[in-house]
T-cell receptor, first 118, second 112 residues
Framework: AQKVTQAQTEISVVEKEDVTLDCVYE???????LFWYKQPPSGELVFLIRRNSFDEQNEISGRYSWNFQKSTSSFNFTITASQVVDSAVYFC???????????????FGKGTKLSVIP | KAGVTQTPRYLIKTRGQQVTLSCSPISGHRSVSWYQQTPGQGLQFLFEYFSETQRNKGNFPGRFSGRQFSNSRSEMNVSTLELGDSALYLCASSLVELEEQFFGPGTRLTVL
C-alpha cells in the first residue's frame, strides 16, 4: 500500500522567513505522480503542483519551489519570504492506479498546518 | 469557467438517517472523485466515476454509494448515518486521469 508522511504537524514562522514542508512517500509503483495542495481556512483544496516520477527537476514558481529526490523518496516544498496569506494546511499526495482500470486515486499525507505570523 | 460546485454546503442529520450530496464538475470534466476529510483520518478516497461508471472505490462500507449522470454530475449517498460519518466531503473533477484535480468547497456533514 502506498503511504505519504508529513512529519511536521504544525509550523509557525514569522513573516518573510523561508519555510520548508517535508513530504516522504512510499510506493511500489515505478510510475507515479506527486502533488501538493493548499487548504486555506475556507476548506477548498487548491492545486499547487504535479510531478511525475520520471521528472526529478526542481521547480520554482514565484515564491514556491519544490525539491523532488527519488533516492530519498521525498518531495519537499519551500516557501520563500513567507506571507500571512500563506497560512493554510498543506497536503502532499501520491497517485495510485487502481488495478489497471485507468482510474487513479490520491493518497494524502496528514497535512502540515503553516501559520505565518505578521 | 465555473469551478466545481457542491451542494449543500452544510448539513445536519441525526443517526440512522440517510443523506445525498451533490457535485457538479467543471464543464467538460468527465472524471469525478469523492474524498472524506476528518480530523482523525485525514483525507481518504471514497470513489471515482468516469462516464457514469464507478471505476474505483476506497475502503468504506457499503453504506457509502454514489453515481454519476450523463452530464457528469455526481451524487454520493450515505445511508444509516453514524456519528463517525461527520466530516467534510470533498468532490474533485479532472479532464483526464492524473491531470490536476480541481476540488469543490466541500459539504460539511454533521451527524448528531
Amino acid at each position: 500500500a502506498q503511504k505519504v508522511t508529513q512529519a511536521q504537524t504544525e509550523i509557525s514562522v514569522v513573516e518573510k522567513e523561508d519555510v520548508t514542508l517535508d513530504c516522504v512517500y512510499e510506493t511500489r509503483d515505478t510510475t507515479y505522480y506527486l502533488f501538493w495542495y493548499k487548504q486555506p481556512p475556507s476548506g477548498e483544496l487548491v492545486f499547487l503542483i504535479r510531478r511525475n516520477s520520471f521528472d526529478e527537476q526542481n521547480e520554482i514558481s514565484g515564491r514556491y519551489s519544490w525539491n523532488f529526490q527519488k533516492s530519498t523518496s521525498s518531495f519537499n516544498f519551500t516557501i520563500t519570504a513567507s506571507q500571512v496569506v500563506d497560512s493554510a494546511v498543506y497536503f502532499c499526495a501520491l497517485s495510485e492506479e487502481y488495478s489497471g482500470a485507468g482510474s487513479y486515486q490520491l493518497t494524502f499525507g496528514k497535512g502540515t498546518k503553516l501559520s505565518v505570523i505578521p | 469557467k465555473a469551478g466545481v460546485t457542491q451542494t449543500p454546503r452544510y448539513l445536519i442529520k441525526t443517526r440512522g438517517q440517510q443523506v445525498t450530496l451533490s457535485c457538479s464538475p467543471i464543464s467538460g470534466h468527465r472524471s469525478v472523485s469523492w474524498y472524506q476529510q476528518t480530523p482523525g483520518q485525514g483525507l481518504q478516497f471514497l470513489f471515482e466515476y468516469f462516464s457514469e461508471t464507478q471505476r474505483n472505490k476506497g475502503n468504506f462500507p457499503g453504506r457509502f454509494s454514489g453515481r454519476q449522470f450523463s452530464n457528469s454530475r455526481s451524487e454520493m449517498n450515505v445511508s444509516t448515518l453514524e456519528l463517525g460519518d461527520s466530516a467534510l466531503y470533498l468532490c474533485a473533477s479532472s479532464l483526464v486521469e492524473l491531470e490536476e484535480q480541481f476540488f469543490g468547497p466541500g459539504t460539511r456533514l454533521t451527524v448528531l
